[in-house]
């Protein structure tokens, strides 16, 4: 057996769904190894994660023309993932060095499945960290001059690493429209509150004004729509009036670490299915 392939997917929700995959899968002789289904009864959507192993001699390309020739007559929405590389994820930070941080360490510790042949910032706060971590570090200022210029070396150095996921470890800049439609739910960012609520700049301070009893953080996929895009995981913790500005920002940074790299580990281990802005999360 090599390493498991994940079969994700959701389509109109109708009878025989689970059937018709697993008949499919103990046709094809793959050895089931883990399901989840989910469905959404408003939008009468079916959901499916399927892990399962293969023997060495099955074709996966006449596995796909197969499996696309059943999702065809379902209407389904699918990917076929074989974990045959680790993917590539570039890190864009600015200078908060937490969530980076965070992300190398675990990185380092084994704990997410993925390959970081670079960092990218608008600073050089993040220097001597990706120096300790043996990983390029490329320094691209960014104004409103230079913008499109400096996406254009950005989007040319992921092409070069072939990069599969981009993530904004607080990277505090908007990408434009033309980035995020060459890497549609894939790139994830951390937003420092509990969206919907106090999006933009300077939230924990909106969140302090207000006077509110919890603060939260997200991640979520990036569209061209700022602080809009599918949210993947949130988290809160809560305060009291005794707690300050500088209270919220420091508490706040634990949020951010957390839902982030739960966040990047979901993507990598492909447990998320986005659609119609949202998503699902499977176990």
């Not at 254009?152 to 505090?172: C, T």
Request: charged fraction near 20%; hydrophobic fraction near 40%; aromatic fraction near 8%.
């Amino acid at each position: 057996m090599t390493k498991p392939l994940i079969l994700l997917l959701y389509c109109p929700d109708r009878k025989g769904l689970v059937a018709a995959i697993a008949n499919f899968l103990f046709e094809h002789n793959a050895n089931i190894l883990h399901a989840a289904q989910h469905q959404d009864n408003d939008l009468s959507l079916f959901f499916m994660r399927v892990e399962f192993a293969l023997d060495d001699e099955v074709d996966r390309s006449i596995l796909r023309a197969s499996f696309a020739s059943l999702a065809s007559s379902y209407q389904m929405t699918w990917q076929l993932e074989e974990q045959e590389r680790p993917p590539a994820v570039a890190l864009f930070v600015s200078q908060y060095l937490h969530c980076l941080n965070d992300l190398l360490y675990r990185h380092s510790s084994g704990e997410l499945n993925c390959t970081i042949p670079l960092i990218i910032s608008n600073h050089e706060d993040a220097r001597p960290l990706a120096n300790f971590h043996g990983i390029p570090f490329h320094r691209i200022e960014v104004n409103k001059e230079c913008k499109q210029e400096a996406e254009q070396q950005q989007m040319a150095l992921l092409a070069e690493h072939s990069v599969d996921l981009v993530v904004l470890a607080r990277y505090m800049q908007v990408l434009s429209p033309d980035f995020c439609a060459r890497y549609p739910r894939r790139i994830i960012n951390v937003h420092h509150s509990f969206l919907p609520a106090f999006t933009g700049a300077r939230p924990y301070h909106a969140a302090f004004a207000r006077g509110v009893k919890l603060i939260g953080s997200s991640s979520h996929y990036v569209t061209e729509v700022l602080d809009d895009g599918p949210i993947i995981e949130q988290d809160v913790m809560r305060i009291s009036h005794e707690d300050q500005l500088p209270d919220l920002i420091q508490k706040g940074r634990d949020l951010e670490r957390l839902v982030l790299s739960r966040a990047v580990r979901w993507h990598l281990e492909h447990r998320i299915l986005s659609y119609a802005n949202k998503t699902v999360i499977f176990n």
